[in-house]
């Protein structure tokens, strides 16, 4: 069993930064691939951006250019820079984890079986 911890969510304003973390707990496999994700009240779940185990990487086009995603193997943790802020990022977002060597880099939410609690970012205009 595995178990994903998120934190550094906030309040910031426009164009203003944050970086989102997300550990994992639990044995790790090899082959994985983990993603981070965002609801707003009454939206669906969006996929923001994924990574896998070799290192590919897909951002939704509303957060290129803005959002990095990246990992830290010996940390186990994965996390989320976001620049550029704006009010439309304002979200819950979670970190979800498949261990598989299928899934690649996807942002598909019903690829993945490990979710997160949610970490509340609110961006002001």
């Known amino acids: 069993q595995v178990q994903l911890v998120e934190s550094g969510g906030g309040s910031v304003q426009s164009g203003g930064s944050l970086k989102l973390s997300c550990a994992a707990f639990?044995?790790?496999?090899?082959?994985?691939?983990v993603a981070w994700f965002r609801q707003a009240p009454g939206k669906e779940r969006e996929g923001v951006a994924a990574?896998?185990?070799?290192?590919?990487?897909t951002y939704a086009d509303s957060v290129k250019g803005r959002f990095t995603i990246s990992q830290d193997n010996a940390k186990n943790t994965l996390y989320l820079q976001m620049n550029s802020l704006k009010p439309e990022d304002t979200a819950m977002y979670y970190c979800?984890?498949?261990?598989?060597?299928?899934?690649?880099?996807?942002?598909?939410?019903?690829?993945?079986?490990?979710w997160g609690q949610g970490t509340q970012v609110t961006v002001s205009s």
């Open positions: 979800a984890a498949v261990f598989s060597d299928i899934v690649v880099a996807s942002l598909d939410p019903y690829s993945y079986n490990y």
């Open positions: 990574i896998d185990s070799v290192g590919r990487t």
């Open positions: 639990g044995y790790i496999y090899s082959s994985y691939c």
